[in-house]
Structure formats: C-alpha cells, structure tokens
T-cell receptor, first 114, second 115 residues
Framework: AQSVTQLGSHVSVSEGALVLLRCNYS??????LFWYVQYPNQGLQLLLKYTSAATLVKGINGFEAEFKKSETSFHLTKPSAHMSDAAEYFCAVSDRDSSYKLIFGSGTRLLVRP | DAGVTQSPTHLIKTRGQQVTLRCSPKSGHDTVSWYQQALGQGPQFIFQ???????QRGNFPDRFSGHQFPNYSSELNVNALLLGDSALYLC??????????????FGQGTRLTVV
C-alpha cells in the first residue's frame, strides 16, 4: 500500500525566506509523486510532478522538489517566499498500475509573514 | 478551455437525504475521479470512472455511487447522508492511456454541508 506523510501541519516563514515543506512516501513500486497547492475555497493546482525522469523537478511559481529514493522523500522548496505563496500544500503519490488514483498527505499550511 | 467544472458550488442537505453532484471534465479528457476532502484533511479517493464504468474505488461505503455519461461528464450520488459526509467534494479529470504520466486537473469543488 502507498502512503504519504507530510511533516508539519503548519509552516511559517518570513517573506523572502527559504520555504521547505517536507514529504515522505511509502510505496512498494516506483512512485509517481506530486505536489499540489490549494488556495482558500478553491480546488487543487499542480505545482510539479516526479515521473522517474530527473530527480530534481522544477515546477511553477519558482518551486522545486528533489526525489531522494534512499530517504523516501520528496521535499518541496522555494528559495524566496512571497506573500502570494500562502496556501495549503499537498504531497501525493500514485503508482503506475493505479494511474490517476492519487493518495494525498494531510497537507501543510504555509504562512508567510511580512 | 473551461477546465473542470463542478456544480453546484455549495449545497446544504439534511441528514438522511440524498444528494447528486455533477462534474464536467476538461476538454479532451475521458476519465473522471472523485475525491472527498474533509475540513483540515487531504483529499481521499472515492472512485474513478472511465468508459462509463467504475474503474477503481476507494474505501467508501456503497452509499457513495457514481455514473459517467457518454460525453464523459460524471455524477456523484450520496444516499442517506450523515453529518460526517460534510466535506468539499473534488472532481478531477485526466486522459487515460499515458500510464501515469498525465496530470489530473481538479475542479473547484462542491462544498456539501449536512445538517
């Protein structure tokens, strides 16, 4: 069975500071990994995805994530936080045989202080 | 391209009632998945429809049922509503056949409140 653990339900950073949101996964098969962002009262928007190509994945809005198989991690980073980055972030995993069935973590709310 | 559209956006129902939520997939997509997102939690997979058949199902009771129409749009039906069914219901569409490489596009969701 696959699962995702997001460490920290809330992360607070100052504007301009590094953003680091943690995600660890469990999967018996090579995983497909995703990061989604959700703004209040909205659906989910894909930030980036890992599909067994390059281990460092660049996404939209300056976000990137690195797949580390040895650590079973897929942490999301951004060098400099903007106020507009304040939102809920979800890590998700999918396996090749269950395409499109996404298993989500519980989410991390990012707060950006001025 | 209108993307994934869901209706209604908000809904209030009474315990024991039945509800139908609707989803139109993104143009060119043929697969629809439904997720339940309870307050403060991540979305949970309910089921997925492809070629008008339920292709996969998550750990949800039979009170949750669905349908996909020839135009790929979909409905989610929930019978005998419980207070615990209050959640944001998200629809996601995708194109099957690219073996996991196709991203899922999500609608804005239907907020269901059961009182």
């Amino acid at each position: 069975a696959q699962s995702v653990t997001q460490l920290g339900s809330h992360v607070s950073v100052s504007e301009g500071a590094l953003v680091l949101l943690r995600c660890n996964y469990s999967s018996s098969v090579p995983p497909y990994l995703f990061w989604y962002v959700q703004y209040p009262n909205q659906g989910l928007q894909l930030l980036l995805k890992y599909t067994s190509a390059a281990t460092l994945v660049k996404g939209i809005n300056g976000f990137e994530a690195e797949f580390k198989k040895s650590e079973t991690s897929f942490h999301l980073t951004k060098p400099s936080a903007h106020m507009s980055d304040a939102a809920e972030y979800f890590c998700a995993v999918s396996d090749r045989d269950s395409s499109y069935k996404l298993i989500f973590g519980s989410g991390t709310r990012l707060l950006v202080r001025p | 391209d209108a993307g994934v559209t869901q209706s209604p956006t908000h809904l209030i129902k009474t315990r024991g009632q039945q509800v139908t939520l609707r989803c139109s997939p993104k143009s060119g997509h043929d697969t629809v998945s439904w997720y339940q997102q309870a307050l403060g939690q991540g979305p949970q997979f309910i089921f997925q429809y492809y070629e008008e058949e339920e292709r996969q199902r998550g750990n949800f009771p039979d009170r949750f049922s669905g349908h996909q129409f020839p135009n790929y749009s979909s409905e989610l039906n929930v019978n005998a509503l419980l207070l615990g069914d209050s959640a944001l219901y998200l629809c996601a569409s995708s194109l099957l056949g690219q073996r996991g490489n196709t991203e899922a596009f999500f609608g804005q969701g239907t907020r269901l409140t059961v009182v």
